[in-house]
């Protein structure tokens, strides 16, 4: 499975992290398929308000139809061309999420800013270039599939409003290296949580670990 580099800028006093798109294939054809099922159900309110008439029902029906369709065609493009950012400065850290119909920009000050956490999966995903038998079940590209559709985010923190998910599609290999320019940026105002020396320490040991 191919996912987008991360790219990292770099400032004077600033860190930019562009994660892009990171919306694969497969992840986009189950997108897909939710949208042409929910435009079904709103197509079945649609044949049941035909003919037209001025009845509760048949209003009902068309406003039920509209209102699916509306919705299913928003969900799609939001989630197909969904970009994500980061910035961090000496004040804060700032995350944006853009899309075609969306722009949502937060600032999260430091001192406001929780232990990061790493959420993609229970245990660690091994990097796609470690030496490994291959995967005959398909164990480990179901786990992929299902760790993509947490469009939330695969990190996250928590803050005196609740909890902040973000880099979504994001799996540990590449967690591991932003968490790294993160940690080298911010120094002690980012708190890791417990599983980051663990993964850390087995990305040491996997890439020091000849490649077969």
Known sequence: M?????KYYWGEQTLFIDL????NLRIKVLYFCEFI?????????????????ASFFHLAYSLGA???YLLAARRFIKRIFLKESLLLDANSLTIAKKSLFSN????????NIGTLHYEGKIEKTDHPLKGKSFDYLGFETQEHLIQSLHHSGNMYFDTIAGRVYFASGVYSW??????QMMKLFTGTKLILGPEWEQMLQEQEFDEGTPII
């Open 37 to 53: 099922l929910t435009s079904f159900f709103a197509t079945i309110f649609l044949i049941k308000s035909i003919p037209l008439k």
């Open 66 to 68: 509209s209102l699916l």
């Open 104 to 111: 949502n920009i937060k600032r999260y000050y430091w001192w």
């Open 174 to 179: 590449d967690a591991e290296e932003m968490v």
């Open 20 to 23: 892009g798109n990171r919306v």
């Open 2 to 6: 191919t996912t987008k580099e991360i």
